[in-house]
């Protein structure tokens, strides 16, 4: 029997894993920084998104930790102390895929449930 399928469907989730990843990260490291008693969290996040956007730093990508060098190193210049910036980067970035991951299970829920609950073209039955 016929299906649904979507070609390339790991290319089509990457964008939005990207973003939900990025999101995930300002929020952790936030949330790290916080829970460290690290004073000017907006601005240390400020300075963190305008260097991005800059294209000065890049922000490391879910599983793919060749750019968190630069992060830290970003961090401990604004904090100055390269020990702190080290931690609270590496424990932002745990909690960042861990989040990352949930959200994918959910969406990637939804899209089957939507999938599986389409009407077909004959009749409109729903599998």
């Known amino acids: 029997m016929g299906g649904q399928s979507i070609q390339d469907f790991d290319r089509a989730m ?4 990207r973003r939900t990843f990025r999101k995930e990260m300002i929020g952790a490291l936030r949330e790290v920084l916080d829970y ?7 601005d240390i996040i400020d300075s963190i998104e305008q260097a991005e956007k800059e294209d000065e730093l890049k922000i490391p990508t879910y599983l793919n930790i060749s750019r968190i060098e630069d992060l830290i190193l970003h ?3 604004l904090l100055k102390d390269s020990i702190v910036a080290e931690k609270c980067v590496n424990k932002a970035y745990k909690i960042a895929c861990k989040r990352t991951e949930k959200q ?8 089957i449930f939507n999938l599986n609950s389409m009407a077909s073209r004959a009749g409109s039955q729903v599998k």
């Open 104 to 111: 994918t299970y959910q969406a990637m829920e939804a899209v």
């Open 36 to 42: 460290n008693d690290i004073e000017n969290i907006d």
């Open 75 to 77: 961090l401990t210049a």
């Open 14 to 17: 990457a964008v939005g894993i």
